[in-house]
Nanobody, 119 residues
Framework: QVQLVESGGGLVQAGGSLRLSCAASGNIFSINTMGWDRQGPGKQREYVAT???????NLADSVKGRFTISRDNAKNTVYLQMNSLEPEDTAVYYC?????????????WGQGTQVTVSS
């Protein structure tokens, strides 16, 4: 089995910064794409960012210029640096990873971490 554990969420004022981390552990042969989604109160889950194993990055338009995604392949960890936070960024943030275990490729999700931005 594979576990993804997020950390780094919390309460911050508008204009502030937070850094989320997500560490994958378990029966991991390799990890391809890692990323983040979020779900705000009363909203559908939305895409935030992904990063390939080779470092190719994609970001949602709503966070470009404010959020940065990175990863440490040696630690099986993905990060989301969030700057210039806005109240609209308030959400539960979920990390995900495409993990190969043996010969099977599956997508795994973390349990979520709450980010609250006050105005």
């Amino acid at each position: 089995q594979v576990q993804l554990v997020e950390s780094g969420g919390g309460l911050v004022q508008a204009g502030g910064s937070l850094r989320l981390s997500c560490a994958a552990s378990g029966n991991i042969f390799s990890i391809n794409t890692m990323g983040w989604d979020r779900q705000g109160p009363g909203k559908q889950r939305e895409y935030v960012a992904t990063i390939s194993s080779g470092g190719r990055v994609n970001l949602a338009d709503s966070v470009k210029g404010r959020f940065t995604i990175s990863r440490d392949n040696a630690k099986n960890t993905v990060y989301l640096q969030m700057n210039s936070l806005e109240p609209e960024d308030t959400a539960v943030y979920y990390c995900n990873a495409d993990v190969t275990t043996g010969i099977r490729l599956n997508t795994y999700w973390g349990q979520g971490t709450q980010v609250t931005v006050s105005s």
